[in-house]
């Protein structure tokens, strides 16, 4: 059905909409700047009674800023794709940002496990690959966002739990697993020989096979209760005042990770900091440009110049005689990937051999499975909002949560040493390029793809500075809390229930997990410290969730706290959210999450 409708502005020129374009007030080109509008009450009339004595004040001088359904001035949409040659430098600078995590983890946890460059090189390519793996599943058939799958911090308690694990004590002095040489040609004129080499430390084999083992059980937590449809039944009760607190610390929980690492090397941390807010914030006001280049690639201009920056210092010799810890953090030759890393290898299944499994480690790690369940929500919400798509529909939640499984079931399979969550640093970075694109994304699961099979190009990349990370860091986290708060604007803020919920479980969650933390600074071990190391471990990661903590919080006391009275339904904003509830109910939940294929057809999400 179409509908012709006259354009003052274009001088009564008649334009084509489509039934759905009219409902939402305008295509999904136009990404937001008008779709979903509504009014928010109240404020409204001049008082009268002023006579003459004055002009009353123009009523949008007195009403409030309209709520907005989908988040407006988004360049591209989820479903509208950027020009190739945009859309894949777009996706590079994603494949950037996300190296961060990427790097850092392993970094952490091969040492421990026993390995050295070579191993961390290998685990860093692995990483990469299911990355990209996850990252396309995801956005193929899972919830369907931009959202780029990415490591988890919620998996480095138990994964450090099981490397130092009792049964690898035998192993005191790690060793290289002897080398095999097999001589395929000799002959008194030529001998050609090929080196197996081993791959890796013994001890740091029987971690990895120890934690695989764990993520290949943990994965069946989000499996089921994605694939089941419980997350559905769960987010089905989540009110926009209850999802504030989990998606504003699913970005504002993660500070430990923002100027801290920015001050481990400050003279290349702090003006990566600089650089990044003046590139995107400032240029693209002072020069005025017919394309949006400096704001839109603001993380390849400012990274760029920094490294650079930071190679000129590290060949100039200013840090020849610094402390060993510094020249870790500011050289930028100092991570041993390039060497480390093959030419070309192809990450395969089971290539740390067989997994070993430990009931213990198992529920410690099905316990962060679900951490990392609940803060992937959060951050799936906040992805929505910056690709200007309406709210998730808790069909659509429930299933990226099963596919999210499936990805740390791939990780436990290929062995990357932690678990996949969405990655919070990405969706703050689709709020600073305002794109929002799904192919945008697409397109960076094939850098990552890419970059991890040829490894010596991928190591370049991974071998930037961690206090130009860190710096990054501070913005995109920031953008992620800030979509957190904009939910707010669904509620009622004058209300003293809304009050106490928002500010008691945003408190928790900032004060119960810094209790945990400090806690374990200090002693070693966290406030429960039982024989039990899988128990230790269990209420540990809990409770060091900030996302976890305030989600809980608000979810329980918006869902219990004065559910009689009749004010509270629209205190709490839930009613906005009523058309999202189930699939059908918008037509633009359609639009976004339908699955590829005529996929829908075979499975309906409600």
Known sequence: MAVRLDDDSAGHEHHLISWRQREQGFSCRGCGNRRGETRMAGGGGGGGGGGSAGAAPKQDDTQPHPVKEQLPNISYCITSPPPWPEAILLGFQHYLVMLGTTVIIPTVLVPQMGGGNDEKAKVIQTFLFVAGLNTLLQTLFGTRLPAVIGGSYTFVVPTISIILNDRYNDIIDPHKVPSFVILLIASKYVTIKFKVVGLGTQRFLRAM?????????????????????????????????????????????????????????????????????????????????????????????????????????????????????????????????????????IPYPFQWGAPTFEAGEAFAMMVASFVALVESTGTFIAVSRYASATQVPPSILSRGVGWQGIGILLDGIFGTANGSTASVENAGLLALTRVGSRRVVQISAGFMIFFSILGKFGAVFASIPGSIIAALYCLFFAYVGAAGLGLLQFSNLNSFRTKFILGFSVFLGLSIPQYFKEYTSVAGYGPVHTGARWFNDIVNVIFSSEALVAGFVAYFLDNTLQLHESSTRKDRGYHFWDKFRTFKKDPRSEEFYSLPFKLNRFFTPD
């Open 209 to 345: 096979r120890g934690t695989q083992g764990a993520l290949i059980v943990a994965s069946v937590v989000q499996i089921i209760i994605g694939f089941s449809g419980l997350w559905r039944l769960v987010t089905r009760f989540l009110s926009p005042l209850s999802a504030a607190p989990l998606v504003a610390l699913a970005g504002f929980g993660l500070y430990q990770l923002g100027f801290p690492g920015v001050a481990k090397c400050i003279e290349i941390g702090l003006p990566q900091l600089i650089v990044l807010v003046i590139v995107s914030q400032y240029v693209p006001h002072a020069i005025h440009l017919k394309k949006n280049i400096f704001d839109r690639f603001a993380v390849i201009f400012s990274v760029a110049i920094v490294w650079l920056y930071a190679f000129i210092l590290t060949v100039g010799g200013a840090y020849r005689h610094a402390a060993p810890k510094t020249q870790q953090h500011c050289r930028t030759d100092r991570s041993g990937l390039v060497a480390a890393s093959p030419w070309i290898r």
